[in-house]
């Protein structure tokens, strides 16, 4: 269990060391998974940005979510979900997300467009994997973009998420896996969500610090 999201992101940041060298781009997912990035890219003295996914949710159930959509329209869906939910229904729920995601590119990085990553080791990092919906997603836009390696950390995941992001990434570094897996927050002590305003404080502050070294 890890004292909050700092202490994970330094552990985070120490585990993945061996990538230094390579002048790795790190991937942070808002929200908490800007935080723990943050202390990651410090470690590994990397540029840090934010790629913005959404949660696709249930037309019915708006807050169980059945798949994640990324912000260049890359998106997950859940295998149930692909014979239960009508491509009109998909769309619908996309096109709402989307507009929510073009909204915090601009607040996240001023509506700038996504540095190149072909030909470079991608670290994507988020606080911890519950679903893996919106990691999913993430992951397919990046790999899209021919990255020479992609990573995927986390402080914590469960087991069933892990094995799934093994497909998709080169590699990937969890530090715990609990067996009795239910939500992120059970690997904090101190784990609350990050506001925007908080969000982009992170990103400002490294910003400043890695254009000054």
Request: proline share 5%; net charge negative.
């Amino acid at each position: 269990m890890f004292e909050d999201r700092k202490e994970a992101g330094i552990e985070l940041g120490k585990a993945l060391a061996k990538y230094k060298d390579e002048h790795p781009i790190v991937i942070g997912i808002p929200r908490g998974g800007i935080e723990t990035a943050y202390y990651v890219a410090k470690e590994l003295n990397a540029p840090l940005i934010p790629v913005v996914s959404r949660k696709l949710g249930h037309p019915q159930q708006p807050e169980y979510a059945m798949g994640a959509i990324a912000e260049d329209g890359s998106y997950y869906l859940a295998p149930w979900a692909r014979s239960e939910i009508s491509q009109e229904e998909l769309e619908e729920v996309k096109n709402k997300e989307q507009k929510e995601i073009f909204r915090r590119v601009q607040l996240l990085r001023n509506g700038k467009a996504l540095p190149s990553m072909e030909g470079k080791v991608v670290i994507v990092v988020d606080d911890g994997i519950a679903t893996g919906s919106t990691l999913f997603a993430t992951l397919e836009l990046c790999q899209k973009q021919k990255p020479k390696q992609l990573v995927v950390a986390a402080p914590i995941s469960g087991m069933h998420a892990c094995r799934e992001l093994k497909q998709l990434a080169d590699q990937v570094l969890i530090l715990e896996t609990p067996e009795d897996f239910r939500a992120v927050s059970q690997g904090y002590v101190s784990f609350s969500n990050l506001s925007d305003e908080e969000t982009l404080e992170f990103l400002k502050k490294y910003e400043q610090e890695f254009n000054t070294q």
